[in-house]
RNA sequence: GCGCCCAUAGCUCAGCUGGAUAGAGCGUCGGACUACGAAUCCGAAGGUCAGAGGUUCGAAUCCUCUUGGGCGUACCA
């Protein structure tokens, strides 16, 4: 919306630079006044230049202006605080300018895009149910392709499917062996199979404790998944398929979505991991311990400086010593496919339908019925992998870069967050911690293992019971549907703004209270306020007939001069100003991989329009002019957020 | 031991590449609904930005150390 803007100011303001002291500065940052009073651009430009030139900041700063005066878009510029050049925008001229783009319905300023961006997420393991900690997984990956997508680049979705891992072959052998059930056994389970598994996975990891020998047993089917044939990889994949059936429709219902699911089997199966084993080989990469503990294993060096530091010589295990795979191992041919570095390719087939009609699409090992779309060969990769895993993303690039491909594992960026723990309270309420138990443990770690976390479809069915109280409550004509729909809204709106609202690198430390809240600072306000600024557009319509449609002539007859020297003007100017960078804002939260910044953004500019229309009534203003400066206003508003919220997939309910 | 992350109001958190009097939400106290729906708004109280040094015109922000916490350092992922 201003890069225009920024452009010819910087060009005036390098200029001026120039003539007055013989350069220019590198770079010319415009960051805003804490306050509108104060103006809508400042720099801080002078007080960098006062050693050099040896002059007090204000004074340069004032010979500045006037040096690169006049200024396109400026109405008036100023000299505060010290030394900082502060601008204020021709508010009319850009106010306009922004209604127009609005108006129009295109997306400006798409960046090029310069190829791929693939992004890997949420990854369950497919033998138990997804749980919060997933849930903040999922919420991050998607929010990021959706920002992406805003911004017009191409996107890919990938969902990582471990079909082959330790953890399918734990509930493989605790189905065979704790409860005799073989793959036609599945289908007279009760219940949901994920949320069967959940209670099976914890049994069976029990059982190892008091039977060791069990674990000879996992290491067979490990190697049976593997292989990919015989009962235990036919019951391994029935389960893994069913669950991610689940998972995605889990997902599905807080509006996160897949392109494509690969599936680890298919890697090996395809022999991809055949071909970067050889490469990992031939390259010296990859080798054999003749002693030690790692004997008759396959590792990679690592070389990290951090890790030689220790003295011992640190390696990893790609192969182990019973000849099945590790998970690194076949990330490292996975990534390389992703980079399309493998020359070659999955067979697919469709796996889910959408109600849009968007499909889902999953590897498979022979031609599938129709032709798919392309898939991989992508240009960065982004995998959101919580920061446990920030080791074993490292040593994944650096196997990249021994193959010989630096670059791509310059870009295979790991997105990593911090993890989701239980309140205290929450555990109690859970039932995890044991009466008695030690009062300093102030959260408890979320574990498959041990059977402890939220499942994600309970939480978002706790919060879409009371979001069906309170919209009953406040909506006594709504039918049972209506209700209903309107609830999952609300729960979808507060369950992905909560996710995303911390910063990546906090621990959220869950607790039903805070994620439970509709109040202050949630998804559920700022959806409220975009339902408020409906409703107002809505009786309007009905009182005066006024659409937004009206605006495209009216706009051109509003006497703005009310903008100036009032309170509602800076206030009106604040909200709408403030509301045209939310693409700025996208694009430094993609770029620093931040999120929160977006949810931040709209919960501000909510604060300021929520306390606009409570201190400006639009229907019942008498004067014509203000009257359709405040609907222009209320309009814009929720054009932005509902793109905005949409962009955090997030929708806005009709009413609440 | 080594590596990564965190420490800001009673609680949960913002504070963008160092910049103008440190901001929200929740909670507490006080106020505003015969309505553009109060899931809202207005006001008040509440902070030695863990501690100590350093860099700088300027530090919550950068550097060093200390303390306290989380995580990693598997032939799990």
Not at 153 to 163: F, P, T
Not at 373 to 385: D, E, K, L, T, W
Not at 392 to 402: D, K, P, S, Y
Not at 568 to 588: A, K, M, P, T, Y
């Amino acid at each position: 919306m201003f890069d225009p803007y920024r452009e010819q100011l910087n060009r005036r303001f390098q200029n001026a630079l120039l003539s007055l002291f013989g350069e220019p500065v590198p770079r010319l940052v415009w960051s805003h006044p804490p306050k509108v009073q104060l103006g809508d651009l400042a720099s801080p430009v002078a007080f960098d230049l006062a050693k050099r030139v040896r002059k007090a900041p204000a004074e340069i700063a004032r010979e500045l202006l006037r040096a690169a005066e006049p200024l396109p878009g400026i109405a008036r510029a100023d000299v505060a605080g010290g030394g900082y050049i502060n601008l204020f925008l021709d508010r009319p001229g850009f106010l306009s300018a922004m209604f127009r783009e609005v108006r129009s319905g295109k997306k400006p300023d798409q960046t090029a895009a310069r190829g791929k961006r693939i992004i890997e997420h949420t990854n369950i393991n497919p033998n138990k149910a997804a749980h919060v900690g997933h849930l903040r997984n999922a919420v991050l990956g998607d929010t990021l392709g959706r920002a992406f997508r805003y911004l017009g680049e191409n996107v890919e979705i990938q969902n990582y499917i471990d079909d082959t891992g330790v953890q399918v072959a734990d509930v493989v052998l605790g189905m065979s062996h704790l409860r005799g059930i073989d793959r036609a056994g599945i289908d007279s389970l009760p219940g949901r199979l994920d949320y069967y598994l959940w209670d099976l996975y914890r049994e069976i990891t029990e059982r190892y404790e008091k039977e060791p020998a069990l674990l000879e047993r996992r290491r067979q089917v490990l190697r049976d998944l593997e292989a990919g044939q015989g009962d235990n990889a036919r019951l391994g994949r029935e389960i893994a398929v069913r669950v991610v059936r689940r998972h995605v429709e889990t997902m599905q219902r807080i509006n996160v979505t897949y392109d494509l699911l690969p599936w680890e089997g298919d890697i090996l199966a395809e022999k991809f991991w055949d071909k970067t084993f050889r490469n990992l080989r031939e390259s010296g990469t990859a080798y054999q311990p003749e002693k030690g503990k790692l004997a008759g294993c396959w590792v990679m060096r690592i070389q990290s400086s951090e890790d030689q530091e220790a003295g011992e010589e640190a390696e990893k295990v790609l192969v182990r010593s019973d000849g099945t795979v590790t998970y690194i191992g076949k990330d490292i041919a996975y990534q390389l496919w992703k980079f399309g570095l493998l020359n070659a390719d999955f067979s697919y087939r469709p796996f889910f339908r959408y109600p849009d009609g968007r499909e889902i699409w999953s590897t498979e090992r022979s031609p599938g019925p129709r032709k798919a779309p392309s898939f991989g060969q992508g240009q960065i990769i982004y995998n959101v992998i919580d920061s446990r895993q920030a080791r074993l993303q490292r040593i994944v690039a650096e196997g990249l870069r021994a193959l010989g491909h630096p670059g791509e594992a310059e870009r295979s960026i790991h997105f990593s967050y911090e993890m989701v723990k239980l309140s205290r309270a929450c555990a109690e309420e859970m039932g995890f911690l044991p009466a008695g138990s030690d009062p300093g443990i102030k959260s408890v770690e979320i574990s498959g293992r041990k059977g402890q976390g939220i499942k994600a479809d309970d939480l978002i069915d706790i919060m879409s019971d009371k979001a069906t109280r309170e919209v009953g409550k406040r909506n006594p004509d709504f039918s049972p549907e209506e209700i209903r729909k309107t609830a999952e809204t609300i729960a979808v709106g507060a369950l992905r703004y909560f996710m995303i609202k911390f910063n990546r690198n906090r621990v959220i430390t869950f607790d039903f209270q805070d994620a439970l809240s509709f109040e202050g600072d949630t998804g559920p306000y700022i959806q409220y306020s975009v339902v408020r600024a409906s409703n107002i557009l809505r009786k309007i319509k009905e009182r005066s007939g006024w659409t937004p449609k009206d605006l495209d002539s009216e706009i051109d007859t509003i006497d703005w001069t009310f903008l100036t020297g009032s309170e509602e003007g800076d206030l009106f100017w604040d909200i709408l100003f403030q509301g045209s960078q939310w693409r700025e804002r996208v694009l430094q939260a993609t770029d620093t991989l931040e999120l929160s910044q977006l949810a931040r953004f709209c919960f501000q500019l909510s604060k300021k329009f929520n306390g606009y229309y409570h201190r400006y009534p639009v229907i019942q203003e008498k004067d014509k002019n203000r009257k359709w400066a405040r609907m222009l206003l209320v309009y814009l508003y929720r054009q932005q957020m509902v793109q905005a919220l949409d962009t955090m997939g997030i929708e806005v309910p009709d009413r609440m």
